[in-house]
């Protein structure tokens, strides 16, 4: 959500994302940093933003940005900071200076890094880069940034990134993080970001940015599990607990065996429909 | 905060409002235009006032045109004009 725009940033909670992000980088010019960085500090104080998680995107490492935009929202206490083209250097510097600000300024809550991962070091640094700080609660992958680092061309069927999106979805899941995959930008094609959306959660993401808010709709009914899995998974546990009961280590279901990583699914989709409101 | 040359910060597009600061002639010189001035004249003054106290400027002509702003957004606006005149 572009960081100098008021009618924007006002209608944050209104539109039923799990998180917001609230950018001082690309989307705001040059000459407008300034004041992007002030109206974000007072729009944190000031707007309720109730029932979502509010994350401002700070400028990157190499700008002369960062550290204002840390000065000027720290304060203001938000849920995280996402740093773009994260590498283990900028993580470490910024969250050095986040601690610093947290303590000058007595902040209550402790600020949580989302990281966008959009270069091929990036991408062939991450272990390193995850591990560069305890505050890292999600990886996103920034797909238009990378492809320009590679100076590959970006396509909507987007073979060129499979790689990325692997890597970033099986590093999160490795080190218990959420994977955030990067934006569709073809804002009016539906289908397309249905079907791409699907693929992203095939492979592990546990979420995905939006660039408008008409695509959240859709990838919140991908993302939340169906009735079905729903289902399926409470009657897998409740079996489970059966078997445990009687000494079983492992049982059948419709025919399959069900061991410890079927179980560990099944309670994964029942954790995650409870994230989302459909079972208590 | 000293005024030391024009600014503008802020735009014209819906919810947001445009800030023009010049060094004064001794005082706060103060003008809004705002479709919801009789409704929310006051508050607006009140809003633009205060920011002027806490950033410690006590001489200026401040002209605000408002365009539904909130009072988050005047206040960014109106330190936003202040600090680029003492640039």
């Known amino acids: 959500m572009p960081g100098n725009n008021p009618g924007m940033l006002t209608s944050a909670d209104c539109l039923e994302a799990d998180s917001i992000i609230f950018d001082l980088e690309d ?43 840390l000065e000027s929202i720290i304060p203001a206490e938000p849920d995280g900071i996402v740093i773009p083209k994260a590498s283990v250097e900028s993580v470490q510097t910024m969250v050095k200076e986040i601690k610093r600000l947290e303590e000058a300024h007595q902040t209550e809550k402790k600020t949580k890094l989302l990281l966008i991962i959009e270069s091929a070091m990036g991408l ?15 990886i996103l992958l920034g797909a238009e940034d990378l492809s320009s680092d590679m100076g590959i061309k970006r ?11 692997y890597l970033v979805a099986t590093a999160a899941r490795a080190y218990r993080i959420d994977a955030l995959d990067t934006p569709f930008t073809d804002i009016d094609d539906v289908e397309g970001l249905e079907a791409d959306t699907r693929f992203a959660k095939s492979i592990g993401f546990t979420g995905r940015l939006a660039i408008n808010p008409r ?3 859709t990838i919140h009914e991908v993302f939340s599990p169906t009735q079905e899995e729903i ?15 009687k000494g079983l280590g492992v049982f059948s279901y419709k025919g399959k065996m069900v ?4 179980i ?11 994230k989302w409101g459909l079972v208590r | 905060m000293e005024i030391r040359k024009q600014a503008i910060a802020g735009t014209l597009q819906s919810n947001d409002c445009q800030v023009r600061i010049v060094p004064g002639e001794g005082g706060i010189d103060l003008s809004i235009e ?4 009789e409704t929310f004249g006051k508050q607006i003054e009140n809003t633009i006032r205060e920011t002027l106290v806490r950033l410690g400027v006590e001489d200026c002509r401040i002209l605000v045109e408002d365009r539904g702003a909130l009072d988050y957004t005047i206040r960014a606006r109106v330190e936003t004009a202040v600090r680029r005149a003492y640039e």
């Open chain 1, 27 to 69: 989307a705001v010019s040059l000459k407008e940093k300034d004041a992007a960085r002030i109206l974000v500090r007072e729009a944190l104080s000031f707007l309720p933003l109730q029932g979502v998680e509010v994350t401002v995107r700070v400028n990157p490492l190499d700008s002369p940005y960062w550290k204002e935009d």
């Open chain 1, 259 to 262: 061991d410890l990583p079927v």
């Open chain 1, 124 to 138: 062939i640094d991450l272990r390193n880069i995850i591990e560069s700080s305890d505050r890292i609660d999600a």
């Open chain 1, 231 to 245: 289902e399926e998974a409470q009657i897998i546990l409740h079996e489970a607990e059966e078997a445990e009961k």
């Open chain 1, 215 to 217: 695509q959240i709709v």
């Open chain 2, 34 to 37: 705002s479709s919801v001035m």
């Open chain 1, 264 to 274: 560990k699914r099944a309670e994964q989709i029942v954790d995650s429909a409870r």
């Open chain 1, 155 to 165: 396509t909507k069927e987007s073979k060129e990134i499979e790689y990325a999106r």
